[in-house]
């Protein structure tokens, strides 16, 4: 998923407060991709953060995926880096709707948000390396 960094590590996100990942913007129905080869831990809803996903690496390290709306692995699974997880939420426009409507309402902007965090050694660490460059 190609996204935009809408609040980093431990950056105040819009209500000022501080969460140990980071929040990523894209648009409606991004793939979601496994950053690296590792078990699914968990693959279900969780309260209101719709489909959140946990990763567990060879080293024990877990990645924690929340906000999908959509979901292509189920826990127990092997997965392999760049594996589809799942989808953003939004909704998929006719091409004859987006073609009739102005860019604000056919979704041009919108963005749907994901919330990674990375836990390592009993806390958490900055998830930026995991999705840049070779790791993402």
Do not use: C
């Amino acid at each position: 998923m190609r996204g935009r960094v809408l609040a980093g590590f431990k950056a105040p996100d819009a209500s000022g407060a501080r969460r140990p990942g980071l929040l990523l913007g894209a648009p409606a129905l991004s793939l979601v991709e496994a950053p690296s080869d590792a078990m699914v831990r968990y693959a279900a809803p969780f309260l209101e953060y719709g489909y959140v996903v946990v990763l567990e690496t060879d080293d024990g390290t877990l990645i924690v995926l929340a906000g999908l709306a959509q979901l292509a692995v189920s826990a127990g699974a092997p997965v392999a880096r760049g594996e589809l997880l799942g989808l953003l939420g939004g909704r998929n426009l006719e091409v004859e709707e987006y073609v009739m409507l102005p860019d604000a309402d056919a979704g041009a902007g919108a963005l749907e948000t994901l919330y990674i965090e990375v836990r390592h050694g009993g806390g958490p660490v900055d998830p930026a390396p995991w999705f840049a460059g070779e790791n993402g």
